[in-house]
């Protein structure tokens, strides 16, 4: 992977979340799956800057959907992962993989 | 359920323009949800916490990216911005020194008004000219003011500044930021999307 492809920790998060929500999941939504599955409460602010580093990445594209009431009558913008996105993905966990092969991790280093 | 319009405002001021409606959009439909599930003050609580923890995380980028020349266009704006808010301090400095010629008989309060107006004001200029980025663009000016002004100082070229003057340099950043978020506010609230 080339400098300034690889994923950083909250990137990397948002990133599976984008994945698991499948094509169409939007900001509020991957928020949301970020705190029910981590227990961390991200900033709404902090995902949409996130999504955008990945979008210019190309990790993810995105696209605005139509104005609902329940939003105060403003769109959403929607992000599905491409294919680069999921490459970067796969890359990140194979490293990390590697580098926790062998060891025993235990809470508090000897 | 609207959420508190201060925030919204805050919201308005920070968020890139090309992001505002998703930004604004995302965290009015949780809002809503909160104000179902938890009531109104707890969802205030939320929107407030929310909007404080989002604002350094939206000024940080642009969604419109541009080629090198629109940036360097932006650069030249910026530098017009600050010649002309100086432009105009030292006119006014001129006009104080016509009332007031034997030094400084006026109050402080007055200087720091005139001062932080004119920063405010073409702060304001600044957002206006490019909407894109108003509020960053104002943040990064009055810093790169500040700078030009508080280096020489620091380094020991220039003499020093007294205490008041330095309030006066520094609270610029603020009042020229403030100037932009007033004019990205009232933009937004004219077209009816805050």
């Known amino acids: 992977m080339a400098k300034g492809e690889y994923l950083g920790e909250f990137e990397h998060i948002v990133l599976v979340s984008v994945l698991r929500l499948g094509d169409g999941a939007h900001g509020a939504l991957i928020r949301r ?24 990445k190309g990790f993810v594209t995105s696209w605005i959907g139509e104005p609902t009431a329940e939003r105060g009558g403003k769109a959403k913008r929607h992000f599905k992962i491409e294919a680069t996105g999921a490459s970067a993905l796969k890359q990140t966990r194979t490293t990390l993989e590697r580098l926790h092969a062998g060891l025993a991790l235990r809470s508090r280093p000897t | 359920m609207r959420p508190p319009f201060v925030a919204r405002a805050l919201i308005a001021a920070a968020t890139p323009p ?9 965290l009015c439909e949780e809002y809503n949800a909160r104000v179902e599930s938890a009531g109104r003050p707890s969802a205030d609580r939320w929107y407030w916490a929310q ?6 995380a939206l000024l940080s980028y642009s969604r419109a990216h541009r080629s090198f020349a629109a940036k360097s266009s932006r650069i030249a704006i910026v530098l017009i911005v600050l010649f002309a808010m100086l432009f105009c301090k030292d006119m ?25 107006t004119d920063a405010a004001l073409f702060g304001g200029i600044l957002a206006a000219i490019v909407r894109s980025a108003g509020m960053r663009l104002a943040l990064v000016a009055s810093v790169a003011l500040v700078a030009a002004f508080a280096l020489p100082v620091i380094l020991g070229i220039s003499p020093p500044l007294q205490t008041l003057a330095w309030f006066l340099l520094l609270g610029a950043v603020p009042a020229m930021a403030v100037g932009a978020a007033v004019y990205q506010v009232l933009r937004r609230r004219e077209s009816g999307s805050i």
Not at chain 2, 18 to 26: H, P
Not at chain 2, 51 to 56: L, T
């Open chain 2, 18 to 26: 090309l992001d505002y409606a998703s930004v604004a959009g995302d």
């Open chain 2, 51 to 56: 909007v404080a923890r989002s604002i350094p």
């Open chain 1, 33 to 56: 799956e970020i705190e029910t599955v981590t227990g961390r409460s991200p900033a709404i602010g902090a995902v949409h800057a996130t999504l955008e580093r990945l979008e210019r």
């Open chain 2, 92 to 116: 006014i400095d001129r006009v104080i020194d016509l009332v007031d010629p034997r030094g400084p008989g006026l109050p402080a309060w007055l200087y720091f008004a005139i001062d932080w």
